[in-house]
């Protein structure tokens, strides 16, 4: 056993460049890399070695997250490395097997089941989300940090903004945010556009608070949100958004949720389909789904541009912001990091050491597969018309989307 994870250590080594170590149970360290090593792993038992061994980086994480491991160090470092050096301890059989019988388990095909779901992640209540989301919107998706971008609450202003402007968001018109978590794209859309607006969200504590946020901004005669399943259309829009709703839907359920999308538009409407996406097909890992969003699955880009294909949606636009999800989730690792204190204060038996390393995980983990060259996991950004559009229907060119950035329609008019 010793000589395989010398073997892995070492090889992990070579293909990174970066130094590190991995102290056995019994005191034995293999070292990799030139100089001092960037971060440490400290093996604390034979249970936590067969657990690697057995079933790849999941276990290995596992035994951290029950402090059977320890890690030393910069954990940056740590998962940038295991992002290049996956092959070395990617999932072994059992957790193949695992991880389809999770998915068939906490399949999203029933709407009770899926609101299960969205409920255990997004149901962690505003206070949690406040102390590390930006203020005051709370956007809990890929923010957009163009050149001179300076904050995290710059950079989700601009990724409203960037969409706003995307699907010709105009006065008088009405839109529906598709899973619209805590409102933020709603508030400062209506703000700056003077469009109004309806949320759809399965997430009752998301649906509860933001009831009563439109209700003390004074928006209820222009914003509203329904607590519904993000298949079950009401109504026709003129526009359509959609920001990290489509993860969600599951394997089996990308058809109906694509198709929900059209739906929702009236024809020669716009919409705008902003989601995690692989460049390939691939399975989604079980750590995410496991421990992080249950019901969870992350589509093909090819996949689902033949869901939108098939519902009569003409793609305009696709925009890959893989390096700005990168930028943005270390701006939450950061923020999570510095607030543990705070949030640990809201429930301790909750938000408990456990939970802090998956969510360490989680952040980092992801902050450093946007950004691995090896990675193959994107965020997507699609533009799309019900029906053909028209010349009279959307611009020519690109141009409108960056002249002026303080009005969505880019016309140099502001609000």
């Given at each position: 056993?010793?000589?395989?994870?010398?073997g892995?250590?070492e090889?992990?080594?070579?293909?990174?460049g970066?130094?590190?170590?991995?102290v056995?149970?019994?005191?034995?360290?293999?070292?990799?890399?030139?100089?001092?090593p960037?971060?440490?792993?400290?093996?604390?038992?034979?249970?936590?070695?067969?657990?690697?061994?057995?079933?790849?980086?999941?276990?290995?994480?596992?035994?951290?997250?029950?402090?059977?491991?320890?890690?030393q160090?910069?954990?940056?470092?740590?998962?940038?490395?295991?992002a290049v050096?996956?092959?070395?301890?990617?999932s072994?059989?059992?957790?193949?097997?695992?991880?389809?019988?999770?998915?068939?388990?906490s399949?999203?095909?029933?709407?009770?089941r899926?609101?299960?779901?969205?409920?255990?992640?997004?149901?962690l209540?505003?206070?949690?989300?406040?102390?590390w989301?930006?203020?005051?919107?709370?956007?809990?998706?890929?923010?957009?940090?163009?050149e001179?971008?300076?904050?995290?609450?710059?950079?989700?202003r601009?990724?409203?903004d960037?969409?706003?402007r995307?699907?010709?968001?105009?006065?008088?018109?009405?839109?529906?945010?598709?899973?619209?978590?805590?409102?933020?794209?709603?508030?400062?859309?209506?703000?700056?556009?003077?469009?109004?607006g309806?949320?759809?969200?399965?997430?009752?504590?998301?649906?509860?608070?933001l009831?009563?946020?439109?209700?003390?901004?004074?928006?209820?005669?222009?914003?509203?949100?329904?607590?519904?399943?993000?298949?079950e259309?009401?109504?026709?829009?003129d526009?359509?958004?959609s920001?990290?709703?489509?993860?969600?839907?599951?394997?089996d359920?990308?058809?109906?949720?694509v198709?929900?999308h059209?739906?929702?538009?009236?024809?020669?409407?716009?919409?705008?389909?902003?989601?995690?996406g692989?460049v390939?097909?691939y399975?989604?890992?079980?750590f995410?789904?496991?421990?992080?969003?249950?019901?969870?699955?992350?589509?093909?880009l090819?996949d689902?541009?033949?869901?939108?294909?098939?519902?009569?949606?003409?793609?305009l636009?696709?925009?890959?912001?893989?390096?700005?999800?990168a930028l943005?989730?270390?701006?939450?690792?950061?923020?999570?990091?510095r607030?543990?204190?705070a949030?640990?204060?809201?429930?301790?038996?909750?938000?408990?050491?456990?939970?802090?390393?998956?969510?360490l995980?989680?952040l980092?983990?992801?902050?450093?597969?946007?950004?691995?060259?090896?990675?193959?996991?994107?965020?997507?950004?699609?533009?799309?018309?019900?029906?053909?559009?028209t010349?009279?229907?959307?611009?020519m060119a690109?141009?409108?989307l960056?002249?002026?950035?303080?009005d969505?329609?880019?016309?140099?008019r502001?609000?």
């Open positions: 056993m010793a000589l395989s994870i010398q892995i250590v090889s992990i080594g070579a293909r990174t970066t130094p590190f170590e991995v056995m149970p019994d005191g034995t360290r293999w070292r990799t890399g030139p100089g001092e960037r971060f440490g792993i400290l093996v604390r038992s034979q249970a936590a070695l067969v657990a690697a061994l057995t079933r790849g980086y999941v276990g290995l994480l596992e035994a951290w997250f029950d402090g059977k491991v320890e890690v160090g910069d954990l940056g470092a740590l998962f940038a490395a295991g050096g996956y092959g070395q301890l990617e072994r059989a059992v957790t193949k097997v695992e991880n389809h019988l999770l998915e068939w388990r399949s999203n095909r029933d709407p009770a899926a609101k299960a779901n969205a409920r255990a992640h997004y149901g209540g505003a206070d949690f989300y406040r102390l989301l930006d203020e005051p919107l709370m956007m809990y998706t890929c923010g957009y940090w163009p001179g971008t300076a904050s995290l609450e710059q950079a989700q601009n990724k409203i960037h969409v706003c995307k699907i010709r968001l105009a006065e008088g018109e009405r839109f529906v945010d598709i899973g619209c978590g805590f409102g933020g794209f709603m508030f400062r859309a209506a703000q700056t556009t003077g469009a109004s309806v949320g759809v969200n399965t997430a009752t504590e998301q649906v509860e608070w009831q009563g946020e439109i209700a003390r901004r004074g928006l209820r005669d222009r914003l509203w949100v329904r607590e519904a399943d993000f298949r259309v009401d109504a026709q829009y526009k359509v958004v920001i990290g709703v489509l993860e969600h839907a599951g394997r359920q990308l058809a109906g949720v198709r929900a059209a739906d929702f538009l009236k024809p020669g409407g716009l919409g705008m389909l902003h989601f995690i692989h390939g097909r399975d989604t890992e079980l995410i789904r496991k421990h992080v969003f249950p019901g969870g699955w992350i589509p093909s090819a689902v541009i033949v869901e939108m294909e098939r519902c009569g949606l003409e793609i636009d696709i925009e890959n912001l893989r390096r700005h999800y943005t989730l270390d701006a939450w690792a950061g923020r999570f990091q607030h543990w204190h949030i640990r204060a809201l429930d301790a038996a909750r938000f408990d050491e456990r939970f802090r390393r998956i969510w995980t989680y980092i983990g992801c902050a450093e597969m946007f950004r691995s060259p090896a990675g193959y996991t994107h965020l997507f950004q699609i533009v799309f018309s019900k029906g053909n559009v010349r009279d229907g959307y611009p690109r141009a409108f960056h002249a002026g950035a303080g969505a329609r880019g016309d140099g502001g609000r």
